[in-house]
């Protein structure tokens, strides 16, 4: 079992940075694949980024490929989202999540730990 709190959230203008964090208490953290997800208003909880649980792997939503990038650290139980150059259609609520390794990186349904989320809003 394993539980994960996000922070970092907040509001942006256009064009700025911001950098999530998700603490994960709890036993092996390093053995699960971590993830990024995102929910607007009114739509689906959508994949943003996924590490392996090494570190070495990673995999990005089209739409944030270039500007965003996900990090770990697995001797602080951490892992990161960085956001670049960011812009109002990035708007959301984002959550950590963790899951085992497997197929199928970006469904939600695969992923069997969920922080609480933090808002993320940008200006334009």
């Known amino acids: 079992q394993v539980q994960l709190v996000e922070s970092g959230g907040g509001l942006v203008q256009a064009g700025g940075s911001l950098r999530l964090s998700c603490a994960a208490s709890?036993?092996?953290?390093?053995?699960?694949?971590m993830g990024w997800f995102r929910q607007a208003p009114g739509k689906e909880r959508e994949f943003v980024a996924a590490?392996?649980?090494?570190?070495?792997?990673?995999y990005y939503a089209d739409s944030v490929k270039g500007r965003f990038t996900i990090s770990r650290d697995n001797a602080k139980n951490t892992v990161y989202l960085q956001m670049n150059s960011l812009k109002p259609e990035d708007t959301a609520v984002y959550y950590c999540?963790?899951?085992?390794?497997?197929?199928?990186?970006?469904?939600?349904?695969?992923?069997?730990?969920w922080g609480q989320g933090t808002q993320v809003t940008v200006s334009s």
């Open positions: 709890g036993r092996s953290f390093s053995s699960y694949v």
């Open positions: 590490i392996s649980s090494s570190g070495l792997t990673t």
């Open positions: 999540a963790a899951r085992t390794v497997g197929y199928s990186i970006q469904r939600t349904d695969k992923y069997g730990h």
